[in-house]
T-cell receptor
Framework: DAGVIQSPRHEVTEMGQEVTLRCKPI?????LFWYRQTMMRGLELLIY????????DSGMPEDRFSAKMPNASFSTLKIQPSEPRDSAVYFC???????????FGPGTRLLVL | AQTVTQSQPEMSVQEAETVTLSCTYD???????LFWYKQPPSRQMILVIR??????QNATENRFSVNFQKAAKSFSLKISDSQLGDTAMYFC????????????FGKGTSLLVTP
């Protein structure tokens, strides 16, 4: 069975550019989460969706970040404009429903120069 | 917000030995879920084990087991017969309805298994 799929796996961009990260959750999973991992802050939640609806986006750093889930099999996290402090590993995770185990994708390593 | 504390930044164990990683958490809730995730050098986050707070029996998955002490708010992970492939960062995580359904992670313990 396919796990959570994320693309790209690595992204290097210059400050000011738009970055779009993509996630395909496990088929049949109704909850999707975006996390960010940095050395300074560890793993932190950015936003999560339930049945394609954003439920909690309080972890989104600022207006430069936005996330969408147009259907049950696809979500995007967009950063516009990107800044060097956005450099991190971004993980997408999905679960069958809320309070069920979350399964993580391989992550996208983002470097903003 | 719930706090998850892993007091051991780094640990080392010899192959075939047993090691225990510590985790404590702070919550006023009675119903919640606890997890251990493993992150090898590939950076993939891999579920190791899950424990429901309402279950008194400690969870076990092959060589991995937990010691869940609800009153003490302690959730340690024991790895038996350590293998070189167990070398990784291990994260303890908390989840509950009141914490917003997201995983709240500790800062991790880096485990090195040596030959």
């Amino acid at each position: 069975d396919a796990g959570v799929i994320q693309s790209p796996r690595h992204e290097v961009t210059e400050m000011g550019q738009e970055v779009t990260l993509r996630c395909k959750p496990i088929s049949g999973h109704n909850s999707l989460f975006w996390y960010r991992q940095t050395m300074m802050r560890g793993l932190e939640l950015l936003i999560y969706f339930n049945n394609n609806v954003p439920i909690d986006d309080s972890g989104m750093p600022e207006d430069r970040f936005s996330a969408k889930m147009p259907n049950a099999s696809f979500s995007t996290l967009k950063i516009q404009p990107s800044e060097p402090r956005d450099s991190a590993v971004y993980f997408c995770a999905s679960s069958l429903k809320l309070l069920e185990t979350q399964y993580f994708g391989p992550g996208t390593r983002l470097l903003v120069l | 917000a719930q706090t998850v504390t892993q007091s051991q930044p780094e640990m080392s164990v010899q192959e075939a030995e047993t090691v225990t990683l510590s985790c404590t958490y702070d919550t006023s809730e009675s119903n919640y879920y606890l997890f251990w995730y493993k992150q090898p050098p590939s950076r993939q986050m891999i579920l190791v084990i899950r424990q429901e707070a309402y279950k008194q029996q400690n969870a076990t998955e092959n060589r991995f087991s937990v010691n869940f002490q609800k009153a003490a708010k302690s959730f340690s992970l024991k790895i038996s017969d350590s293998q070189l492939g167990d070398t990784a960062m291990y994260f303890c995580a908390f989840m509950s309805t009141n914490s917003g359904y997201a995983l709240n992670f500790g800062k991790g313990t880096s485990l090195l298994v040596t030959p």
